[in-house]
């Protein structure tokens, strides 16, 4: 079955500091992990998803496989930072998503 | 871009009043989804569908029913609210093996 873990629910850092989302997945096959991202009063929105390996805001996020996580870094936080951050996997029809439970981020100035 | 429309931001029930919640985009997306967003729960998923009149169950689909009669509209029915439904809804549409584009959501309380 696939699960997806975010153990943190809430986390702090300092503005300027280095900032680390974690994400464990379990899944029996391929996996594709995506990082969604919710502002104050905004909808959820894509991130960033691994197969583009791009960054995003100053994010990035590297699969690693044999530690099944998907963490998401940034090495210098900004209070436009916070927000709840979300990790997804995509299943193996590529039609349904699953999401971890959530780690709420606050960048205090 | 992809737009989700979610036709209320905010609602207030009555406990066993009949509730619709509508979602409508405007891409032609075959997939279109009803989560529920909670503290602490995250995003659940309540029911998902791959096409017209298609209809599958997520991982909490007591107390809820879905309607897409139409590819660009799916709508979430909750037969007979109750307090423990009270919640944020979340509407999703996606391409297959794309990411999701979300709705606004829809704060429900039911009282």
């Known amino acids: 079955a696939q699960r997806v873990t975010q153990p943190e629910k809430l986390l702090s850092v300092f503005k300027g500091a280095p900032v680390e989302l974690k994400c464990n997945y379990s899944?029996?096959?391929?996996?594709?992990l995506f990082w969604y991202v919710q502002y104050s009063r905004q909808r959820l929105q894509l991130l960033l998803r691994?197969?583009s390996r791009e960054s995003i805001k100053g994010f990035t996020a590297d699969l690693n496989k044999g530690e099944t996580s998907f963490h998401l870094k940034k090495p210098f936080a900004q209070e436009e930072d916070s927000a709840m951050y979300y990790c997804?996997?995509?299943?193996?029809?590529?039609?349904?998503?699953?999401f971890g439970t959530g780690t709420s981020l606050t960048v205090i100035p | 871009d992809v737009k989700v429309t979610q036709s209320s931001r905010y609602l207030v029930k009555r406990t066993g009043e009949k509730v619709f919640l509508e979602c409508v985009q405007d891409?032609?997306?075959?997939?279109m989804f009803w989560y529920r967003q909670d503290p602490g729960l995250g995003l659940r998923l309540i029911y998902f569908?791959?096409?017209?009149?298609?209809?599958e169950k997520g991982d909490i689909p007591e107390g809820y029913s879905v309607s897409r009669e139409k590819k660009e509209r799916f709508s979430l029915i909750l037969e007979s609210a109750s307090t423990n439904q009270t919640s944020m809804y979340l509407c999703?549409?996606?391409?297959?093996?794309?990411?999701?584009?979300f709705g606004s959501g829809t704060r429900l309380t039911v009282v």
């Open positions: 999703a549409s996606s391409l297959k093996g794309y990411g999701y584009t």
């Open positions: 899944y029996s096959g391929s996996p594709e």
């Open positions: 691994h197969i």
């Open positions: 997804a996997l995509n299943s193996n029809t590529g039609n349904q998503f699953y």
């Open positions: 891409m032609d997306h075959e997939n």
């Open positions: 569908s791959y096409d017209v009149k298609m209809k």
